[in-house]
């Protein structure tokens, strides 16, 4: 089993639509749940980070995990053709060091 | 600009060339970190280095592959003898001291896209 899972896509929605993005993962010793953004050609920025289980929300962004599930998710509101990107998930075991990353989705939004 | 920087943006070379790339992280920033990542795909580990000591090392880091940190300021990765399978985007990211903010922030350079022919 991978330890990390995340669907490639692409995933195409129209402009205003709501995008679910989704990791699951196995390493019941991850802590730290990190969504990024990557355009083509570019290195990943850090979206969102979460620590524990629940919601957290940045604009149109929120966050999820759900540790008993080993499930997290990254939702877009009001999605524009600049969210057009590659959105990975990474995890981190709290050990300051590497993060285990998924594949990435990629997203185009349509005007 | 004071985010990553990595030179060069973009190299070719002929199979078994050596080849070298530089990264400047953040000022300040005391961890940093190689990545490998292919087209589709995450960013793979490569190492990771606290100031300039090199705390870990993925076993993808064959015996071709080394890096640096001297003074823990920029880094170098080296790649001798290259073959094709080499050809990647090689990322380097920076995060900050513990105490400044955590550490399992990690900002990215815009990476060295090498291609081997």
């Known amino acids: 089993q991978k330890e990390v899972e995340q669907d490639p896509g692409p995933l195409s929605v129209p402009e205003g639509a709501i995008v679910s993005l989704n990791c699951t993962y196995s390493?019941?010793?991850?802590?730290?749940f990190m969504w990024y953004r990557q355009y083509s050609r570019k290195g990943p920025e850090l979206l969102m980070y979460?620590?524990s289980s629940g919601n957290k929300e940045d604009g149109r962004f929120t966050a999820q995990v759900d540790k008993s599930s080993k499930y997290i998710s990254l939702f877009i509101r009001d999605s524009q053709p600049s969210d057009s990107a590659t959105y990975l998930c990474?995890?981190?075991?709290?050990?300051?060091?590497?993060?285990?990353w998924g594949l990435g989705t990629s997203l185009a939004v349509n005007p | 600009d004071t985010g990553v920087s990595q030179n060069p943006r973009h190299k070719i070379t002929k199979r078994g060339q050596n080849v070298t790339f530089r990264c400047d992280p953040i000022?300040?920033?005391?961890?940093l970190y190689w990545y490998r990542q292919t087209l589709g795909q995450g960013p793979e580990f490569l190492t990771y280095?606290?100031?300039?000591?090199?705390?870990?090392k993925s076993r993808l880091l064959s015996d071709r592959f080394s890096a640096e940190r001297p003074k823990g300021s920029f880094s170098t990765l080296e790649i001798q003898r290259t073959e094709q399978g080499d050809s990647a985007m090689y990322l380097c990211?920076?995060?900050?001291?513990?105490?400044?903010?955590?550490?399992?922030?990690?900002?990215f350079g815009p990476g060295t896209r090498l291609t081997v022919t």
């Open positions: 990474a995890f981190n075991a709290g050990n300051n060091r590497k993060l285990i």
């Open positions: 000022s300040e920033h005391n961890r």
């Open positions: 390493n019941s010793a991850f802590q730290y």
């Open positions: 979460t620590y």
């Open positions: 990211a920076s995060s900050p001291r513990w105490e400044r903010g955590p550490s399992y922030e990690q900002y």
């Open positions: 280095f606290q100031n300039e000591a090199q705390l870990e």
